[in-house]
């Protein structure tokens, strides 16, 4: 039997067991402790927490951007939500943007039709888009942001791409016909400048689209409409400028949010459904068979977290790109609020060796970071490097240990996007762009920033830069004055770091052990819960047949037409490059990346 029959029949006794097993597994609450799953007994006030995430897929078995819910799962749970009487409110959080304008409309009357029914609707948001923000704001009864996150409220455009230049070059002779006036899908090939015809079909569209936002932005905020139009010209907005418009209500990590709406509500418990996804790589479905996962330890032990590569804001664990590791928030955080919550564990320790990345992700992770060290002592222990957003993690910490030669601090910020325009000119291709909203194209790659988009792009750099050294003052008790004396992107060794206060001491990993176990008050025998955890076997026998999911499912989000990244051989990306340009990639503008790193080390 070949190979590829092989694994053929293996994957389809995965199916198989998908779509008839259980899903027994629970997810984790904000808390980091089990959901539960069992709809609300009579009597019960129970909070119903559903997750959004992008465009969700229609028609039976389809599981959306996220491999959750379909589109109409989401309508059927919130109608539970709305009728069932044991629901007392409902926490909405957004994880992705994409969703279309229809859809989003629907999805907005269905959480109105809730809040309607006098049920608090809570959503959270980490990051938002327009599409997103429209449906909060006429969902919702409160809209929380969290604190470094953006709200991308800056109008709707389209571009239309004439590629007729390029054709005449490459000697390609494009000749299409069609009936109808306003039928313009040959305009790419077959036009220099976009037709009077599609550019009156545009306007209407971009009209019509961006009167219900501000409809729905007006009614939901009660702003009045011509108030609506001049924020979307100002936008986006960082969380505190949002606050202070009026656009979102409150500011938090999303576990303070979902503490405040229980307690509100007076609910005894949260419950989430979420559905299994169909397996959609050789590893997924090689462990749907596997049983081979280690047993939950139960002893007083230590957490040993890995932070290895570069950070991203994603829900994938992370995975590899190019050869170089990355390290998704989702997971790393809700790991952290398990050891958090688990008794058992009575001291973690963060080994980091990473450039830094999204400055988003390592704003959650930081708060991760900080309510464990709360709760317990949190050693973060620096390899060969926790710059950046590497070590805006590791300000958290109760302690923080480096090697002499270390790489530390790089206390700094840097954002901005890459423009393909004058490629685009040089080869032919022009870019017409209809707007509504001044700022509203400012991310797209084919116009380069207007000064007004540059200047607003710098404004919310300097906030974040600010709040990296404010998160590092307070996390480290430093003055205010000695932190700004070791930031502006300084980067230090680890020798040179302990004497500007970055680190508390020298040593290795072992070192950093140690002494989590002295603050934790456990012997030197004491074992240790390593996470990720090691591969299992089915993880092993995947990779052994050279699956590429986990690199697939830790840049999911990257744009078709950049699929081709994710083929960039090993070794032709240094880790740094990666933790600044992978979050681009996916959308950020706004990182905290260490570009470089130093060969012969």
């Known amino acids: 039997m070949t190979l590829g029959r092989g694994v053929a029949i293996l994957a389809s006794f995965a199916f198989a067991l998908a779509a008839c097993g259980d899903d027994d597994e629970a997810p984790e609450r904000a808390d980091g402790r089990p959901y539960v799953r069992f709809p609300p007994k009579e009597g019960e006030r129970v909070i119903r927490e559903i997750h959004v995430s992008g465009d969700l897929a229609e028609g039976l078995g389809a599981t959306g951007a996220a491999g959750k819910l379909d589109f109409r799962g989401l309508l059927d749970e919130l109608s539970e939500a709305r009728t069932h009487a044991g629901y007392v409110g409902v926490f909405v959080r957004f994880r992705s943007h994409g969703m279309s304008w229809a859809r989003a409309g629907e999805v907005a009357a269905a959480l109105a039709r809730i809040r309607n029914a006098r049920k608090p609707v809570d959503c959270y948001l980490e990051e938002s888009d327009t599409v ?13 942001l969290t604190p470094a996150g953006d709200l991308d409220l800056v109008g709707i455009a389209s571009q239309v791409v004439l590629a007729r230049r390029l054709l005449d070059r490459l000697g390609v002779t494009p000749d299409l016909l ?36 501000v409809d729905s932005v007006a009614r939901g905020r009660n702003i ?15 969380s505190d400028r949002a606050m202070a418009l009026g656009l979102v209500d409150r ?25 299994r996804p169909a397996p959609t790589n050789l590893l997924e479905i090689v462990s ?20 290895t590569g570069a950070i991203v804001h994603t829900q994938a664990r992370g995975g ?52 464990v060290a709360r709760r317990k002592p949190v050693v973060a222990s620096i390899g060969d490097m926790g710059a950046s957003g590497g070590y805006y993690i590791a300000a958290g910490a109760t302690r923080i240990l480096a090697r002499r030669s270390s790489l530390v601090g790089s206390i700094g910020v840097v954002g901005g996007k890459v423009s ?10 022009r870019v017409a762009t209809l707007r509504r909203g001044r700022r509203a194209a400012w991310t797209t790659a084919l116009e380069p920033f207007s000064a007004d988009e540059r200047a607003a792009f ?39 770091a302990r004497r500007v206060g970055l680190i508390d001491e020298e040593g290795g990993l072992l070192d950093a052990i140690a002494r989590a176990r002295s603050l934790g008050r456990l012997g030197a025998d004491a074992p240790i819960e390593e996470w990720p955890p090691r591969p299992t076997l089915a993880e092993a026998f995947s990779s052994a047949l050279g699956s590429e999911g986990d690199a697939v499912a830790a840049h999911e989000a990257l744009p078709g037409d950049l699929a081709w990244l994710r083929h960039v051989p090993p070794g032709a990306w240094s880790s740094g490059a990666a933790a600044l340009v992978l979050p681009l990639l996916d959308g950020e503008q706004t990182v905290a990346a260490l570009p470089f790193v130093l060969v012969g080390r």
């Open 132 to 144: 997103t923000y429209r449906i909060a704001a006429e969902g919702c009864s409160r809209i929380w």
């Open 178 to 213: 069609h009936v109808g006036r306003y039928k313009g899908a040959a305009d790419t090939f077959m036009l220099d400048e976009i037709s009077p015809e599609t550019r009156e079909t545009l306007d209407a569209v971009l009209d019509e689209t961006f009167a219900e936002l």
């Open 224 to 238: 009045a409409p011509d108030r609506v139009r001049a924020l979307i010209d100002e936008g986006p907005f960082d």
């Open 251 to 275: 500011i938090a990590f999303d576990d303070e949010a979902l503490t405040r709406a229980r307690n509100d509500s007076s609910a005894t418990r949260v419950a989430v459904d979420e559905t």
């Open 288 to 307: 749907s068979l596997s049983a081979d996962a280690p047993e939950e330890p139960t002893a007083d032990r230590i957490a040993l977290v890995h932070v």
């Open 320 to 371: 590899g790109f190019g050869g170089i590791s990355t390290v998704g928030s989702g997971p790393f955080v809700q790991a952290l609020r398990r050891f958090s919550n688990d008794a058992a564990i009575k001291a973690v320790v963060l080994r980091i060796d990473s450039p830094g990345g999204s400055a988003l992700a390592s704003d959650l992770i930081w708060h991760a970071v900080r309510r």
């Open 420 to 429: 393909l325009h004058r490629l685009a000119e040089r080869w032919g291709v």
């Open 458 to 496: 710098q404004r919310g750099m300097e906030r974040t830069y600010a709040r990296f050294v404010s998160r590092v003052r307070s996390s480290r008790q430093m003055p205010r004055e000695r932190v700004a004396a070791a930031a502006e992107g300084r980067l230090w060794t680890g020798g040179a």
